[in-house]
């Protein structure tokens, strides 16, 4: 998402320090059917928290993986935070249910508690899968690092190879020239030898022919 980056925007931090004030600071000081209302004022806000969690939790989805593991950070705090705000205020709503009131308001309701026991299942599921999902993307940076690496290793390794192939290639004509001229040095040599003879043969009849 192009709006992605790695701050969360106010919203689900401001709605969650006015649940905490409406919690210590008005609900013990409230009573009867104020206290009611304030619970269920407390409850809507919580409700809409969990709207811009969704929206986060999408945002997230979207994001690009190089951020994603610290805004699923963010997310997963977000949403302990607000589950614990919940679960206070499903508390004080059963307090009121259980204080013998003939308000069909105050009669528990077993198909909110059913719900809300299911959505801190799923909540903890979700925290599970982030975790798993931050360890996957963590697992694959160093695989890339790895592979990387190893990509690197092979490069040198194949230049020394082919340093190696022109060694023993210039080792071997360099052998080549060795041995070309020792039988070049050999072939002087017996050619010296045979000029020498030859002089001395030369000589020696000089010699004889003049005092003969």
């Given at each position: 998402?192009?709006?992605?980056?790695?701050?969360?925007?106010?919203?689900?931090?401001?709605?969650?320090?006015?649940?905490?004030?409406?919690?210590?600071?008005?609900?013990?000081?409230?009573?009867?059917?104020?206290?009611?209302?304030?619970?269920?004022?407390?409850?809507?806000?919580?409700?809409?928290?969990?709207?811009s969690l969704d929206d986060m939790?999408?945002?997230?989805?979207?994001?690009y993986v190089g951020v994603r593991?610290?805004?699923?950070?963010?997310?997963?705090?977000?949403?302990?935070?607000?589950?614990?705000?919940?679960?206070?205020?499903?508390?004080?709503?059963?307090?009121?249910?259980?204080?013998?009131?003939?308000?069909?308001?105050?009669?528990?309701?077993?198909?909110?508690?059913?719900?809300?026991?299911?959505?801190?299942?799923?909540?903890?599921?979700?925290?599970?899968?982030?975790?798993?999902?931050?360890?996957?993307?963590e697992t694959e940076n160093i695989?890339?690092?790895?592979?990387?690496?190893?990509?690197?290793?092979?490069?040198?390794?194949?230049?020394?190879?082919?340093?190696?192939?022109?060694?023993?290639?210039?080792?071997?004509?360099?052998?080549?020239?060795?041995?070309?001229?020792?039988?070049?040095?050999?072939?002087?040599?017996?050619?010296?030898?045979?000029?020498?003879?030859?002089?001395?043969?030369?000589?020696?009849?000089?010699?004889?022919?003049?005092?003969?």
């Amino acid at each position: 998402s192009s709006g992605i980056n790695a701050e969360w925007p106010l919203r689900p931090g401001d709605l969650k320090l006015e649940i905490e004030r409406l919690l210590k600071e008005r609900l013990p000081f409230t009573q009867g059917e104020s206290k009611k209302l304030l619970v269920n004022d407390i409850n809507r806000k919580i409700t809409s928290a969990q709207s811009s969690l969704d929206d986060m939790q999408r945002e997230v989805e979207r994001a690009y993986v190089g951020v994603r593991p610290q805004l699923s950070y963010k997310l997963r705090t977000y949403q302990t935070e607000f589950g614990a705000l919940r679960r206070q205020v499903e508390q004080e709503l059963k307090r009121l249910q259980s204080g013998g009131s003939s308000n069909p308001f105050d009669r528990p309701d077993p198909t909110r508690s059913n719900v809300l026991r299911n959505q801190d299942a799923v909540e903890r599921t979700t925290a599970a899968i982030h975790r798993t999902e931050i360890l996957a993307v963590e697992t694959e940076n160093i695989g890339n690092e790895i592979t990387t690496e190893l990509g690197s290793q092979r490069d040198k390794l194949v230049r020394t190879r082919d340093l190696l192939d022109q060694t023993d290639s210039t080792l071997d004509k360099t052998r080549r020239t060795i041995l070309t001229m020792g039988r070049k040095a050999v072939t002087n040599k017996v050619l010296l030898i045979v000029i020498i003879v030859l002089e001395v043969l030369i000589l020696g009849g000089c010699f004889y022919w003049k005092f003969s």
